[in-house]
């Protein structure tokens, strides 16, 4: 894929932090991916990182540069750990809900 839509962030705006796995360990190794045995994954540690909330409303975001900072750093982290732009942010409960890149609003 060259790009994925992020879905829900308007459900993280009430959160004092917000956290990103970024790799797993069981038995003391790291895995090298996401563990596809449900025994593995019951037994696994998450390895997290943490980024501060931005506890206002987004559902109005219409681009990128609306969200908040604290939004924006998280989007951008999680890029950079799924090695994939991210092009659509639901912001919001409805269809038209949706952050995108300024580049790609006046489309």
Known sequence: FSTVNMTKLDVLSDLDVVKIAVGYR???KTLDSFPSCLNVLGEVEVEYEKFPGWKEDISGCRTMEDL????????????EVIGCRITWVGVG???????????????
């Open 26 to 28: 069981h038995n003391g």
């Open 68 to 79: 908040p900072e604290n939004a924006r750093a998280f989007i951008t982290r999680c890029e």
């Open 93 to 107: 409960p409805g269809r038209e809900a949706l952050a995108v890149p300024v580049e790609d609003s006046a489309s």
